[in-house]
């Protein structure tokens, strides 16, 4: 069956296409289209793809975004874990010289490919779309522009600033190596089948200067420990991390040396992480390595 007989602004076109391919959407992949051609075109103008570009697609489903980005001449390689929809892919794009495909679970493949992307793009799943981003930026796989779909919950997790509720360790990775925005909203009549949530475009570019990627995991490590529980100060959420990341201090040394360095930084003893910014933290953490080091 070719390209043409699929219609993916259609739901009904796009049921028969899966009945006739003897196909089921999966509950545990997330799997929604869109099915709004406006927004996917929204999409694909704020990725600002150009030919000969090296562009990721994660969750690539049907294709209905495929089709767009091949259209502009770009290099599309698309990370897809149904194999389902992967044999389905590799028939509707097979005249394209320019695509390939990588079955499987992308944050075990993405390394696999001997070229960086200058663009990545996908609709992700709430349940594995903080894995998937988080695994991106440890891994140093962060090209000029990323554009995410995500639900609206996640984006503002992402993008959240210091002493808001939705300011979170995943905000704090996030903007510790890129500079984040949301776009527009996406409504859940544009998906079929229609989600219960409401979702948000997100942009994602890199800093100027981010955390060095030889300092990235274990900095994740670190922030992850000061977010471990919001009602604990610093000196008491960071007191396991610091037994594993700085074993050559004794039993109280690392309260005097955590006290000495919020100290220099202008802070006190009983803050909070989450009222402290990317780098606030950043320069903590390189304060305390340094006693190590």
């Known amino acids: 069956m070719g390209k043409s007989a699929l219609d993916y602004d259609s739901p009904a076109s796009i049921r028969a296409f899966l009945e006739d391919n003897k196909l089921a959407m999966s509950r545990r992949f997330g799997q929604n289209f869109l099915v709004d ?15 000969g570009m090296r562009v990721w697609e994660i969750g690539p489903g ?21 194999y389902g929809f992967v044999r389905l892919l590799e028939r509707l794009f097979s005249g394209y010289d320019d695509f390939s495909i990588v079955e499987g679970d992308m944050q075990k493949t993405w390394r696999t ?13 709430y349940n594995v779309a903080f894995d998937i981003i988080t695994d991106l ?13 995500l639900q609206k919950e996640a984006a503002r997790r992402m993008t959240a600033r ?10 704090v990775l996030c903007a510790s190596v890129c500079d984040m925005r949301i776009l527009f909203d996406i409504g859940a009549s ?22 060095p990627l030889d300092r990235r ?33 004794e039993e109280g040394e ?34 305390l390595m340094l006693a190590e080091e």
């Open 190 to 211: 544009a998906f079929w089948p229609q989600p219960r949530v409401t979702s948000s475009v997100v942009q994602i570019v890199p800093k100027d200067e981010p955390v």
């Open 37 to 51: 051609r406006r927004m996917r075109e929204r999409i694909i103008q704020a990725l600002d793809v150009e030919a």
């Open 254 to 287: 690392f309260e005097t040396l955590l006290q000495k360095s919020l100290e220099q930084a202008g802070f006190g003893v009983d803050i909070r992480a989450e009222v402290l910014d990317p780098e606030e933290l950043f320069l903590l953490y390189r304060t």
């Open 137 to 149: 930026l440890k891994g140093g796989c962060v090209p000029p522009r990323m554009v995410f779909t």
């Open 113 to 125: 490919q001997t070229a960086q992307p200058d663009r990545i793009f996908g609709n992700l799943p």
């Open 217 to 249: 995991r274990d900095f994740f490590d670190f922030v992850r420990a000061a977010f471990s529980s919001r009602r604990k100060t610093l000196r008491n959420a960071l007191y396991l991390w610091a037994r594993t990341a700085l074993p050559s201090l």
């Open 62 to 82: 049907l294709g209905a975004m495929t089709e767009l980005i091949l259209e502009k001449g770009a290099l599309l390689t698309a990370f897809e874990i149904d």
């Open 162 to 171: 210091p002493g808001s509720k939705d300011y979170s360790a995943f905000s």
